[in-house]
Nanobody, 121 residues
Framework: QVQLAESGGGLVPPGGSLTLSCEAS????????IAWYRQDPGKERELVAA????????TYAGSVKGRFTISRDNAQNTVYLQMNSLKPEDTAVYYC??????????????WGQGTLVTVSS
């Protein structure tokens, strides 16, 4: 079983910065994809940023491109989301997501518990 532990959310004024982190632990053989999502109350969860299956390219939602950066520490099975120039519309609960293999045959998919980011003056 794979567990994800998120941290780094909080209250930040417009234009400010925040870094989220998400550490995976448990039975991890190989990670296939890592992503950050966010969700506003009453809205669907949306993809914010992700590493590709190969791990070499990154994808960003249009609304965050140029402001957010996803990065990873493979040795620590940790992914980060650096968020700059934050806007009130970035306010949401942010979730990390890992997908991969727990051994040579079995796959896993895990979600973090969610961390609230509030952008407000």
């Amino acid at each position: 079983q794979v567990q994800l532990a998120e941290s780094g959310g909080g209250l930040v004024p417009p234009g400010g910065s925040l870094t989220l982190s998400c550490e995976a632990s448990g039975s991890i053989f190989r990670i296939v994809q890592i992503a950050w999502y966010r969700q506003d109350p009453g809205k669907e969860r949306e993809l914010v940023a992700a590493f590709s299956a190969g791990g070499n390219s990154r994808t960003y939602a249009g609304s965050v491109k140029g402001r957010f950066t996803i990065s990873r520490d493979n040795a620590q099975n940790t992914v980060y989301l650096q968020m700059n120039s934050l806007k009130p519309e970035d306010t949401a609960v942010y979730y990390c997501n890992f997908r991969g293999y727990s051994d040579y045959r079995n796959t896993f998919g895990a979600w973090g518990q969610g961390t609230l980011v509030t952008v407000s003056s």
